[in-house]
């Protein structure tokens, strides 16, 4: 069972993530990563026509593929923890809905993906299950128009704006086996420190990711250097400045160890993304294509996943609110050498 | 942390980096410049085919209108606006475009519901203000005159 330690949770049976699987569109197979997709789509409407529709189909294409991976059948997964940007979580309750697996919705923002694999991994550590699915999803289009301006507007994005990632990403987590495992994890708290700007998210999130950092060093003990690398997602390129100044304040230096997911789904200086990612499927796919398959291969052995969400609503931006980040944080480790 | 939302702010100002001013003050003048040149060529074109003033003025509009929707269609408005910024958004062009851009977008909610209620979602507070500015304009001018 999980030991506490201040807010942070030790999972002393530690997790093993046994499969997992990324799925992208066109600008996310040019991006850095692209080749490590397992699948990407050059159709962004993902054959469907609605843009609602083809999130929920690239949702299920991820979760199919992570459970085709491990070599699961559906009725394998005993639970599922899922959500995505949409009102109502639509793309992964109408995505999903045909799986029969018992679906838990969850909404994180773009912390999504944490959240749900910390569920996932909660559930199993409880030992309420053998097997549990994390999945979540974002799509430019469907976020654009739900959140912004149609699509064919002509607008004028500021330099702080992040681009939603077309992307999503699914991991299934099991009692045993063999595979990275979840060693630790801290629950975010709300943090709001005023920003009420929608085109600077990674503003909005940074306090909250720095929180929760700072917070799961304190409870454990341990330091930054104990860490191959700390991975926020998505602060983007202003988040990421903010965060590592926040850091500093709480006497926390993360040096060249901090990475986020909004810088490393795309490359700034040739696609046009301004500070960098978002959404739900940033952290997600960047966790699924390129964090866990290091953790496999043992290039990484132990790191931070801290995804950040912004929990604004357009509404409460027009009535004048500020935005309150939350940020969760996994501790992820290379299966131990030479065991199992 | 010690940290008021005040001192906050300030450091995420100081992080972000600031709009390119001059760069899209410099193409919103070009472009939205050729967008009213153009006009002025069709307007004095129509002139010259023989066409009172204020029924070329009207084609002109209308014409720009047409190009705009075309080009919002064709998906390349969005491409020309990222750069132009006020320059494609203050003509008549942008108008047209917010307009088209919503009938496209909410088409997919159906003819009433998303088509023709979505429309106005952005061109709405337009034509709401503009109007009201212009009867205000109006009562104005009748009593001042």
């Given at each position: 069972?999980?030991?506490?330690?201040?807010?942070?949770?030790?999972?002393?049976?530690?997790?093993?993530?046994?499969?997992?699987?990324?799925?992208?569109?066109?600008?996310?197979?040019?991006?850095?990563?692209?080749?490590s997709?397992?699948?990407i789509?050059?159709?962004?409407?993902?054959?469907?026509?609605?843009?609602?529709?083809a999130?929920?189909?690239?949702?299920?294409?991820?979760?199919?593929?992570?459970?085709?991976?491990?070599?699961?059948?559906?009725?394998?997964?005993?639970?599922?923890?899922?959500?995505?940007?949409?009102?109502?979580?639509?793309?992964?309750?109408?995505?999903?809905?045909?799986?029969?697996?018992?679906?838990?919705?969850?909404?994180?923002?773009?912390?999504?993906?944490?959240?749900?694999?910390?569920?996932?991994?909660?559930?199993?550590?409880?030992?309420?299950?053998?097997?549990?699915?994390?999945?979540?999803?974002?799509?430019?289009?469907?976020?654009?128009?739900q959140?912004?301006f149609?699509?064919?507007?002509?607008?004028q994005?500021?330099?702080?704006?992040?681009?939603?990632?077309t992307?999503?990403?699914?991991?299934?987590?099991?009692?045993?086996?063999?595979?990275?495992?979840?060693?630790?994890?801290?629950?975010?708290?709300?943090?709001?420190?005023?920003?009420?700007?929608?085109?600077n998210?990674g503003?909005?999130?940074?306090?909250?990711a720095?929180?929760?950092?700072s917070?799961?060093?304190?409870?454990t003990?341990?330091?930054?250097?104990?860490?191959?690398?700390?991975?926020?997602?998505?602060?983007?390129?202003?988040?990421?400045?903010?965060?590592?100044?926040?850091?500093?304040?709480?006497?926390?230096?993360?040096?060249g160890?901090?990475?986020?997911?909004?810088?490393?789904?795309?490359?700034?200086?040739?696609?046009?993304?301004?500070?960098?990612?978002?959404?739900?499927?940033?952290?997600a796919?960047?966790?699924c294509?390129?964090?866990?398959?290091?953790?496999?291969?043992?290039?990484?052995?132990?790191?931070?996943?801290?995804?950040?969400?912004?929990?604004?609503?357009?509404t409460?931006?027009?009535?004048?609110?500020?935005?309150p980040?939350?940020?969760?944080?996994?501790?992820?480790?290379?299966?131990?050498?030479?065991?199992e | 942390?010690?940290?008021?939302?005040?001192?906050?702010?300030?450091m995420?100002q100081?992080?972000?980096?600031?709009?390119?001013?001059?760069?899209?003050?410099?193409?919103?003048?070009?472009?939205?410049?050729?967008?009213?040149?153009?006009?002025?060529?069709?307007?004095?074109?129509?002139?010259?085919?023989?066409?009172?003033?204020?029924?070329a003025?009207?084609?002109?509009?209308?014409?720009?209108?047409?190009?705009?929707?075309?080009?919002?269609?064709?998906?390349?408005?969005?491409?020309?606006?990222r750069?132009?910024?006020?320059?494609?958004?203050?003509?008549?062009?942008?108008?047209?475009?917010?307009?088209?851009s919503?009938?496209?977008e909410?088409?997919?909610?159906?003819?009433?519901?998303?088509l023709?209620?979505?429309?106005?979602?952005?061109?709405?507070p337009?034509?709401?203000?503009?109007?009201?500015?212009?009867?205000?304009?109006?009562?104005i001018?009748?009593?001042?005159?």
């Amino acid at each position: 069972m999980a030991l506490r330690k201040g807010s942070t949770l030790l999972l002393t049976q530690g997790p093993v993530i046994r499969s997992f699987a990324a799925v992208g569109s066109k600008m996310e197979g040019e991006g850095p990563l692209g080749p490590s997709f397992d699948l990407i789509c050059e159709d962004s409407a993902f054959g469907q026509d609605s843009w609602e529709k083809a999130e929920a189909s690239m949702q299920k294409k991820a979760l199919d593929l992570a459970i085709q991976k491990g070599a699961f059948s559906p009725e394998e997964i005993d639970v599922l923890f899922a959500g995505d940007l949409l009102n109502q979580c639509i793309s992964s309750t109408y995505g999903l809905r045909d799986l029969n697996i018992p679906f838990l919705g969850v909404y994180g923002a773009c912390s999504t993906m944490a959240e749900s694999l910390m569920m996932a991994s909660l559930f199993v550590e409880g030992g309420f299950g053998e097997l549990a699915g994390a999945v979540t999803s974002s799509h430019f289009c469907s976020a654009e128009r739900q959140f912004r301006f149609p699509l064919e507007y002509g607008s004028q994005r500021p330099p702080s704006a992040q681009w939603t990632a077309t992307a999503s990403g699914a991991v299934v987590v099991g009692r045993q086996g063999t595979g990275p495992r979840v060693r630790a994890v801290t629950p975010g708290r709300i943090r709001d420190l005023g920003i009420t700007d929608a085109n600077n998210m990674g503003a909005a999130m940074a306090p909250a990711a720095a929180d929760t950092i700072s917070r799961f060093f304190t409870d454990t003990g341990y330091q930054p250097e104990d860490f191959d690398l700390v991975v926020t997602g998505d602060l983007a390129h202003v988040g990421s400045q903010l965060l590592l100044q926040l850091l500093e304040r709480d006497g926390v230096r993360l040096e060249g160890r901090h990475r986020d997911c909004g810088l490393l789904l795309y490359d700034r200086k040739r696609q046009q993304v301004d500070s960098g990612g978002s959404g739900c499927g940033c952290s997600a796919s960047v966790l699924c294509s390129s964090l866990l398959p290091r953790l496999l291969d043992g290039s990484l052995r132990n790191i931070l996943f801290v995804a950040t969400g912004a929990l604004m609503s357009p509404t409460a931006v027009q009535q004048g609110e500020s935005i309150p980040g939350i940020a969760h944080l996994l501790w992820l480790s290379a299966a131990p050498a030479g065991k199992e | 942390m010690g940290l008021t939302p005040k001192d906050y702010q300030q450091m995420s100002q100081e992080a972000s980096p600031p709009s390119r001013t001059v760069k899209n003050g410099a193409m919103a003048f070009l472009i939205g410049g050729s967008i009213c040149t153009l006009g002025q060529i069709v307007l004095e074109l129509l002139k010259s085919m023989g066409m009172e003033q204020d029924q070329a003025s009207a084609l002109v509009s209308l014409s720009l209108v047409l190009l705009s929707v075309l080009l919002t269609s064709f998906g390349l408005y969005d491409r020309v606006a990222r750069i132009a910024g006020a320059g494609t958004l203050v003509p008549i062009t942008g108008f047209a475009n917010a307009m088209s851009s919503a009938a496209i977008e909410f088409r997919s909610e159906g003819l009433v519901l998303g088509l023709g209620a979505k429309m106005f979602s952005i061109a709405g507070p337009v034509l709401v203000y503009g109007i009201s500015a212009g009867v205000l304009y109006g009562l104005i001018y009748y009593f001042i005159r």
